[in-house]
Nanobody
């Protein structure tokens, strides 16, 4: 299983970035996909999640209206479009996959992370 994030970098406040996560090694269409982030000195937190069945999405309150998570099951990709960036959005962003198997079991996988810096 591999999750490879890309698209991080430096942006100014009010700017935009799009993160991508390329997935392989599992049945992507069955997985719930999420983006987490970890700011320096803080715990990792959930940013956004997208369901595998009907692409229902949920967001942390701090990013609602600014970030959009999406997925492309044909390409095994999940994206995070970030706009109106703020200093507090700085951190390492991680892609997570929760993959069901058997009767009620789930495996969780993480990518290596991509750095986002919001700086003027």
């Amino acid at each position: 299983v591999q999750l490879v994030e890309s698209g991080g970098g430096t942006a100014q406040p009010g700017g935009s970035l799009r993160l991508s996560c390329a997935a392989s090694g599992f049945t992507f269409s069955s997985a719930t996909m999420s983006w987490f982030r970890q700011a320096p000195g803080k715990e990792r937190e959930l940013v956004a999640v997208i369901d595998n069945r009907d692409a229902t999405t949920n967001y942390a309150e701090s990013v609602k209206g600014r970030f959009t998570i999406s997925r492309d099951n044909a390409e095994n990709m999940v994206y995070l479009r970030m706009s109106s960036l703020k200093f507090v959005d700085t951190g390492v962003y991680y892609c997570q996959a929760v993959v069901p198997w058997g009767s009620g079991w789930r495996n969780m996988y993480w990518g290596q992370g991509t750095q986002v810096i919001v700086s003027s």
